[in-house]
C-alpha cells in the first residue's frame, strides 16, 4: 500500500483595511495541491476576523495534521518578505477587523505565556531567498493585528501539542496594483512572492538546524 504524503498547511488571509486583494490569499490559491519537498501543500484562506480567526486555525490543523504550518498576510508599507521572529500575546487594533471588532489591549490567549519565537529555521530561509535575489529580512514584530493573533495561535497551539510539528510566520508586501493606490508604498510581483514562499516550505522541510550568523536590527 502506497504510504499517504505528509501535508504542510499554508494559509493566507482575506483583503481587509478597504483593499479588495490580499497578496497572501493569492500566494496559497497559487500553491494549493503542490508538492513541496515530498509533501503535499493544504493552503486555506483565513478570516481576517478575531473571533473566527483561531478556531478555524485549530481546525485546520486537526483535519490535516501537518508537519508544518507556514502562515502568510499582508503587510502594506514593506518592502521585503518578512520572516517574523516572534509572536506577543496582545491584540491591540488600530482599524476595525472585517466584522468591525476593534479589540484593544487584550490577550490573544488569557494566562498564556507573553511571547513565543518561530520554530522555522528562518536565518536559513532567509539566505535562501537572498541567494535568489528575493528582498527578504528578519521581523521582531508581526504586529497586534490579527496577523500576530494567527501566529500567536498558531504557536502556543503547537508548543502544547504531543506531535512535533513546526510553524511560523511571514509577512509579504502590497502587490503593485494595490501599491498603486497608497503613494510611495512599495511593492513585488506576484510571481515573486509565490516562489518566495514556495522557497521558505522548501527550506524549512530540508533544513532541521538553522543557519547562524548576524541578521538582527539596530532599531
Do not use: W
Not at 504524503?5 to 490569499?25: D, R
Not at 476595525?96 to 489591549?105: F, L, M, R
Request: glycine share 8%; aromatic share 6%; proline share 7%.
Amino acid at each position: 500500500m502506497k504510504a499517504k504524503m505528509p501535508n504542510v498547511l499554508l494559509t493566507g488571509f482575506e483583503p481587509f483595511g478597504g483593499e479588495h486583494v490580499n497578496p497572501s490569499h493569492e500566494i496559497v490559491r497559487a500553491l494549493a495541491g503542490t508538492v513541496i519537498a515530498g509533501h503535499r501543500v493544504v493552503a486555506a484562506t483565513l478570516p481576517t476576523e478575531f473571533a473566527r480567526v483561531s478556531a478555524e486555525l485549530d481546525a485546520l490543523i486537526r483535519r490535516h495534521r501537518p508537519v508544518l504550518v507556514l502562515a502568510t498576510g499582508q503587510a502594506g508599507g514593506r518592502a521585503e518578505i518578512s520572516l517574523e521572529r516572534v509572536a506577543i500575546n496582545l491584540i491591540d487594533a488600530r482599524i476595525p477587523d472585517n466584522a468591525g471588532a476593534q479589540p484593544v489591549d487584550v490577550p490573544v490567549v488569557a494566562g498564556a505565556p507573553d511571547a513565543y519565537f518561530s520554530t522555522l529555521p528562518l536565518k536559513a530561509m532567509l539566505r535562501a531567498l537572498q541567494a535568489t535575489h528575493i528582498p527578504a529580512a528578519l521581523s521582531h514584530s508581526a504586529g497586534t493585528f490579527v496577523c500576530n493573533q494567527v501566529f500567536y495561535a498558531l504557536a502556543h497551539r503547537l508548543a502544547l501539542g504531543r506531535r512535533k510539528v513546526r510553524g511560523g510566520f511571514v509577512h509579504v508586501p502590497y502587490l503593485p496594483q494595490q501599491a498603486a493606490r497608497h503613494d510611495g508604498a512599495p511593492s513585488l510581483p506576484l510571481a515573486t512572492m509565490i516562489d518566495a514562499i514556495r522557497i521558505c516550505l522548501e527550506t524549512a522541510l530540508f533544513v532541521r538546524d538553522d543557519a547562524v550568523f548576524a541578521a538582527g536590527a539596530t532599531h
